[in-house]
Antibody, heavy 115, light 110 residues
Framework: EVQLVESGGGLVQPGGSLRLSCAAS????????MHWVRQGTGKGLEWVSG???????HYAGSVKGRFTISREDAKRSLYLQMNSLRAEDTAVYYC?????????WGQGTLVTVSS | QSVLTQPPSASGTPGQRVTISCSGS????????VYWYQHLPGTAPKVLIY???QRPSGVPDRISGSKSGTSASLAISGLRSEDEADYYC???????????FGGGTKLTVL
């Protein structure tokens, strides 16, 4: 059974940092592109960042220069280092992957940026 | 303001057919595959359509996708109460070098 389990969310002050993790199981992690998608309260889905199987990375304009995505295939893990956090980064963050669309999703981890 | 434009809401009665539109541009829908996701509050999104019109296993054939030019549509026929959810279109955007979602359409089954 495929599982993606996010962790690392929490309450952080504006300007602070947080590192999210996503632990994968049930599929060949190293063979799949991985992504972070978020949903702010009352807002729609927003793609945040993606990383390919060879480590190539892409970012949404809203997070470029502040967030860094990485992966550790040996640990079957995906990460998102979030720096200079802003109130508008408050959201549930999902990791996602799959073939034929993103058919693998985690349950999400809540990040709240507030003083 | 989302790069892909969807109507904020749609509705229908049980058994009816509803369509949800998604409008983009040449840098996304016009040249890339379109994907559709269903999202229920508190749950993980679920892919309904990939590569414009392909259904993953387990998605019923009453759900279909189409694309023409820079627009795409999701159709749900034989509407059921469990279809009440938020629906999002998505595509890769060459100009932005990233994935873009529509703003989402809230489907209400009356």
């Amino acid at each position: 059974e495929v599982q993606l389990v996010e962790s690392g969310g929490g309450l952080v002050q504006p300007g602070g940092s947080l590192r999210l993790s996503c632990a994968a199981s049930g599929f060949t992690f190293s063979s799949y592109d991985m992504h972070w998608v978020r949903q702010g309260t009352g807002k729609g889905l927003e793609w945040v960042s993606g990383i390919g199987t060879v480590g190539n990375t892409h970012y949404a304009g809203s997070v470029k220069g502040r967030f860094t995505i990485s992966r550790e295939d040996a640990k079957r893990s995906l990460y998102l280092q979030m720096n200079s956090l802003r109130a508008e980064d408050t959201a549930v963050y999902y990791c996602a992957s799959g073939d034929g669309g993103w058919n693998y999703w985690g349950q999400g981890t809540l990040v709240t940026v507030s003083s | 303001q989302s790069v892909l434009t969807q109507p904020p809401s749609a509705s229908g009665t049980p058994g009816q057919r509803v369509t949800i539109s998604c409008s983009g541009s040449s840098s996304n829908i016009g040249s890339k595959f379109v994907y559709w996701y269903q999202h229920l509050p508190g749950t993980a999104p679920k892919v309904l359509i990939y590569n414009n019109n392909q259904r993953p296993s387990g998605v019923p054939d009453r759900i279909s996708g189409s694309k023409s030019g820079t627009s795409a549509s999701l159709a749900i026929s034989g509407l059921r109460s469990e279809d009440e959810a938020d629906y999002y279109c998505a595509a890769w955007d060459d100009s932005l070098s990233g994935w873009v979602f529509g703003g989402g359409t809230k489907l209400t089954v009356l």
